[in-house]
C-alpha cells in the first residue's frame, strides 16, 4: 500500500479527570481566590506507524498512563512553583502559601501537588501533563511519534491546548 496520509491517535476518558482547587493570578495586583475545577485531559499523539503492531503507539499504554498523571494532581491544590507574586513554602506537613509576602493558606502537604509552572492556568497544565508524558513515553521505549497535541478543560466549552512537535 503507497500510504501518504498521516496518523494521530486520540484518548479523551471519563476518568481522564482531576477534580483540584487553584487559584491564579493575573498581571497587576489581582489574585483569584481559592477555588476548584472538574478538570478534563484530552491527548493527540502523532507519529509513524509501528510496522509490526500497525498502530502509532498502543492505546492501553496511553490510557494508563494518562490516568496516573491525572491520579497525580486529582483532589489537590495546585501550587505553581515558579510564580513570582506567590511564596509556597513547605513546612513540615505544611505547605504555607503567601500572596506578595502576605500569609493567605496553610494546606496539609499531603493535599498540595506543587508545580514547575508559573501560574495554575489550563495552558500551564496542559504544557505540564504535556511534558510528563513524554518522560513516560521515552520511558516506554515508544519510537516514530511526531507531536504530541495535550487538552486540559476547566469548564464545559473552556479549555487550553498545547501541541509539541517531538525531534
Ligand atoms: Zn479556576
Redesign the pocket.
Same mark, same amino acid.
Given at each position: 500500500m503507497n500510504r501518504r496520509g498521516e496518523f494521530r491517535v486520540s484518548v479523551t476518558k471519563d476518568y481522564l479527570v482531576f477534580a483540584s482547587a =487553584?487559584f491564579?493570578t493575573f498581571a497587576g495586583h489581582r489574585c /483569584?481566590g481559592l =477555588?476548584g =475545577?472538574n478538570y478534563r485531559a484530552r491527548v493527540t499523539i502523532e507519529g509513524a506507524l509501528d510496522e509490526t503492531s500497525w498502530f502509532v503507539y498502543d492505546f492501553v499504554a496511553l490510557k494508563h498512563t494518562m490516568r496516573d498523571l491525572c491520579d497525580a494532581i486529582d483532589h489537590k491544590v495546585l501550587l505553581p512553583l515558579e510564580n513570582p507574586k506567590i511564596q509556597v513554602v513547605e513546612d513540615g506537613d505544611f505547605v504555607r502559601v503567601a500572596y506578595e509576602g502576605k500569609p493567605r493558606y496553610v494546606f496539609p502537604r499531603g493535599d498540595c501537588a506543587l508545580l514547575p509552572v508559573p501560574n495554575t492556568t489550563v495552558e500551564m497544565l496542559a504544557e505540564l501533563l504535556t511534558d510528563r508524558l513524554r518522560v513516560e513515553l521515552d520511558r516506554s521505549g515508544a519510537h516514530g511519534l511526531t507531536a504530541i497535541e495535550m487538552e486540559v478543560e /476547566?469548564n464545559f466549552g473552556q479549555s487550553a491546548v498545547y501541541r509539541v512537535g517531538l525531534p
Open positions: =487553584h491564579i /483569584e =477555588h =475545577h /476547566e
